[in-house]
T-cell receptor
């Protein structure tokens, strides 16, 4: 099983550039999430989706956009990259969100630097 | 709102030492509690969980007990190994009006030396 696959693993952007972080899962999970991990700050939720065609904002959505056209894919779009978006980005998924005891499956992360 | 507070790291131990990483939480309802581990260069993976008061989660020699009276979920291991070096995250999951919300602590880095 591939699980949750993120690409690319590393990227350097110039200020003002745009890019899309890709995330795909092969577990038929309905719920998918994007987090950013800043040093000493833990994980902050950017956006999440409860199924194809349905997305919602998390704690820190500004500067990002998402779409969910299929169950498998949940890309994260950065428009007009800024140094404050330098971080490690994790995509995660789980089967449902109707119970509290389901674990998240994480991808291996994308390390993004904006210079 | 919900919050999770972990002890700051890094925690540096010698191999075979006893480990405790403290975690306390604030929640309005009855959350499930988790410990996730992140090995270098990898994503987070579930280490253990507990879903109700007095439950004990355990895995790979690690244990944590859900203490509702002290709102704590401390991670313990009796004898750590070099391979346990990683970052450990405490987290809670609670159903809210907006769905199932997962809140993470800031993470505690553990370094185990020979």
């Amino acid at each position: 099983n591939a699980g949750v696959t993120q690409t690319p693993k590393f990227r350097i952007l110039k200020i003002g550039q745009s890019m899309t972080l890709q995330c795909a899962q092969d577990m038929n999970h309905n719920y998918m999430y994007w987090y950013r991990q800043d040093p000493g700050m833990g994980l902050k939720l950017i956006y999440y989706s409860v199924g194809a065609g349905i997305t919602d904002k998390g704690e820190v959505p500004n500067g990002y956009n998402v779409s969910r056209s299929t169950t498998e894919d949940f890309p994260l779009r950065l428009e007009l990259a800024a140094p404050s978006q330098t971080s490690v980005y994790f995509c995660a998924s789980r089967r449902s969100g109707t119970t509290t005891n389901e674990k998240l499956f994480f991808g291996s992360g994308t390390q993004l630097s904006v210079l | 709102g919900d919050s999770v507070t972990q002890m700051e790291g890094p925690v540096t131990l010698s191999e075979e030492a006893f480990l405790t990483i403290n975690c306390t939480y604030t929640a309005t309802g009855y959350p499930s509690l988790f410990w996730y581990v992140q090995y270098p260069g990898e994503g987070l993976q579930l280490l253990l969980k507990a879903t109700k008061a007095d439950d004990k989660g355990s895995n790979k020699g690690f244990e944590a007990t859900y203490r509702k009276e002290t709102t704590s979920f401390h991670l313990e291991k009796g004898s750590v190994q070099v391979s346990d070096s990683a970052v450990y995250f405490c987290a809670l999951s609670e159903l809210t009006g907006g769905g199932n919300k997962l809140t993470f602590g800031t993470g505690t880095q553990l370094k185990v030396e020979l």
